[in-house]
């Protein structure tokens, strides 16, 4: 696995970014909306972390020790000061050590690679792919939709990213999944939580079905 070292600003939120995912983020707070000034006119990146304790808003929150680096993709300001940005989650990382110079939290990271599966297996994936699928339907289907189809990656890791951030669960769960660093476990994680998760979603959707259909 091969890793860099570099100084990041960080946005402490209660949220888990995922490589490859959009987040939008309303930026009101003074010290953040220094923080994307200051990226705007450097690389444009910044470190997303998920709140470990503390809040959003006024002291600085204590961050979990793995987030993702994102690259903010859209910027528009509003005439009361707010700032909407969307960000693009890139590559994770890991905290070496948090300091700050500057009203807002920053560190010193080390980004982290993922660990492929050895041998990948097509039929394996294209399991895994069925059963999101199935999620995405029954996730549909509870509020009363359908759809036929969905393109879904072939590449292992935006797979495995696209699945963790999807799918609907605790965000510590979530964070949990965000740290497993080699694809198999994330695969197998998150396996274990869809199949979970369709269980229910199969149950609730056959009540849903039921209600339309019973006579008042």
């Not at 605790?170 to 695969?187: A, H, M, R, T, V």
Request: aromatic share 8%; glycine share 6%; hydrophobic share 40%.
């Amino acid at each position: 696995m091969s890793s860099t070292n570099r100084s990041l600003p960080l946005f402490p939120l209660n949220v888990v970014l995922f490589p490859g995912s959009l987040l939008p983020i309303t930026v009101f707070e003074k010290r953040y909306k220094l923080m994307i000034q200051d990226c705007l006119n450097s690389d444009s990146k910044f470190g997303v972390v998920l709140i470990k304790s503390g809040s959003e808003v006024g002291e600085p929150a204590v961050p979990h020790l793995v987030g993702t680096v994102c690259k903010i993709i859209a910027v528009k300001y509003k005439d009361d000061g707010v700032i909407n940005i969307t960000v693009k989650g890139e590559e994770r990382f890991s905290l070496i050590q948090t300091y700050q110079t500057k009203p807002y939290l920053s560190a010193q990271v080390e980004t982290l690679d993922y660990l492929r599966l050895q041998d990948e297996n097509p039929d394996y994936i294209s399991m895994i792919q069925s059963k999101f699928l199935q999620y995405i339907r029954l996730m549909i289907g509870v509020e009363g939709g359908w759809i036929r189809n969905i393109n879904l990656p072939s590449d292992q890791i935006d797979l495995a990213c696209m699945i963790a951030s999807t799918i609907q669960i605790k965000l510590s769960k979530k964070q949990f999944l965000l740290e497993q660093s080699n694809i198999g476990d994330l695969f197998a994680a998150e396996l274990s939580l869809i199949d979970t998760e369709n269980d229910r979603l199969r149950d609730k959707v056959a009540l849903t079905l039921l209600s339309r259909f019973t006579v008042q």
